[in-house]
């Protein structure tokens, strides 16, 4: 029934499409035949012609094009009720096992989203890990380094007193 109706509508829209080219190239010859009368004296270089000519040649190119694309839609139109009619015939037209289908796979989209997630948040949280890792390893040398440069001064200090002792000491005997 539905093939019958596009082809039909087709048929119509076909129809109606030769009739419109035919119009307007009558209507263009009449006017290009209306138009030679008229200024048959006036243009001896024939431009009125051409123009006409020009006019009518880009109509008979756009009537072409609307038949393509008529021929074009009656082809989709054809496969989609074929693909459509086979997809009843198999039962994968509103039938459970195409919900079934349809389930699985919203299904396995999540399950994939929720792992892609947990990727990310496993991501952030090593990169968190690691930066806080290097903040305690810089807070750590930091440390480090004060103990050891305030002992170094310490030990320069004790050096320095010894030191001058020792010379007191020497000066003194």
């Known amino acids: 029934r539905l093939l019958r109706h596009f082809a039909q509508r087709d048929a119509k829209t076909r129809a109606l499409a030769a009739d419109k080219c035919k119009a307007e190239l009558t209507a263009s010859h009449a006017a290009e035949e209306g138009a030679e009368a008229h200024n048959q004296g006036d243009f001896t270089d024939g431009t009125l012609r051409r123009e006409a000519l020009r006019k009518e040649v880009i109509r008979a190119r756009s009537s072409e094009r609307e038949i393509s694309l008529i021929a074009l839609q009656r082809k989709v139109r054809a496969s989609v009720l074929e693909e459509n009619l086979v997809a009843q015939r198999d039962g994968k037209v509103g039938a459970k096992p195409r919900e079934r289908v349809l389930r699985q796979l919203t299904r396995e989209v999540d399950r994939l989203e929720r792992t892609r997630q947990k990727r990310i948040e496993m991501a952030e949280k090593e990169m968190?890990?690691?930066?806080?890792?290097?903040?305690?390893?810089?807070?750590d040398h930091q440390s480090a380094f004060r103990a050891f440069h305030s002992g170094a001064k310490k030990n320069v200090r004790a050096v320095a007193k010894a030191l001058v002792r020792r010379c007191e000491e020497i000066a003194r005997s």
């Open 128 to 139: 968190r890990r690691a930066r806080t890792q290097w903040l305690n390893a810089l807070s």
